[in-house]
């Protein structure tokens, strides 16, 4: 059996340079002003740690459990 291959796709057109829109996308810091799910981006190293509230969808099997607040 072969595994599925998901691909999304999503474009959205904005009145700024490429590198302003970069430089606002790179910051995770920002996250939890675009995501009403990310409570907390602290810098790690190299790497971030992120936190998300959790949400009342079913986790797929398998799938790894976080313990966090429930989304409001």
């Not at 996308?25 to 992120?50: H, K, N, Q, Y």
């Not at 009342?56 to 398998?62: A, K, Q, S, T, V």
């Amino acid at each position: 059996m072969t595994a599925r291959v998901w691909s999304v796709q999503e474009s959205l057109e904005v009145p700024f340079p490429p590198q302003t829109v970069y430089a606002a996308l790179a910051d995770v810091r920002r996250m939890t002003e675009w995501s009403t799910e990310v409570i907390g981006v602290w810098p790690r190293g190299e790497r971030f740690v992120g936190v998300n509230c959790s949400s009342p969808e079913p986790r797929p099997p398998g799938a790894p459990h976080a313990i966090a607040p429930p989304c409001a």
